[in-house]
């Protein structure tokens, strides 16, 4: 992928005819790597959230497994109390498990919601792209005419 940095270092051949303004090439590139560079950092901020969101999801995977363990625990309890503290640790699993399933649900929405706006910034950028190339072919089209 290219960075910010590329665009900016990038230099182009002079032409002998013909070849484009060298200001204008300048200017447009200041342009491009300035949009480019605000959408690689939304980018790379987007990835940093995914990686947040994954660490959430594994962070309450773990809970979960632990919530499972505790109510392994509480089912060898001695014999006296067996039947009372196996319902309450039925009910704090299964309210737990709900909450983290819910949890677990908006963690996997937010990862599509961030995949999605990803693609979509990936599509605007294609957008641009075509824009910019149409652009300027056109004005390619305008200097070759005016030559002849």
């Known amino acids: 992928m290219l960075t910010p940095i590329d665009i900016d ?3 182009f051949k002079k032409a002998k005819l013909g ?9 447009f590139l200041v342009l491009v790597m300035s949009d480019y560079e605000k959408l690689y950092k939304e980018n790379s901020e987007l990835r940093g959230q995914v990686q947040t969101l ?4 594994e962070h309450f995977s773990a809970l979960e497994a632990g919530i499972g363990r505790t109510v392994e ?10 039947l009372e503290a196996q319902k309450q640790a039925e ?3 299964s309210s737990a498990e709900m909450d983290a399933q819910r ?7 937010q990862i599509i919601k961030a995949e ?18 149409s652009m300027l072919e056109a004005q390619l089209k305008i200097l ?5």
């Open 9 to 11: 270092n990038k230099v």
């Open 144 to 148: 070759q005419d005016g030559d002849e």
């Open 19 to 27: 070849g484009y303004d060298i200001k204008d090439v300048e200017d």
């Open 91 to 93: 009910s704090i699993k």
């Open 54 to 57: 994954q660490e959430s999801v």
């Open 116 to 133: 999605v706006d990803i693609e979509t910034k990936k599509n605007q950028m294609r957008i641009y792209k075509i824009k910019v190339q």
């Open 73 to 82: 625990n509480a089912q060898t309890e001695a014999d006296s109390i067996k």
């Open 103 to 109: 949890k677990l649900e908006d963690l996997q929405r």
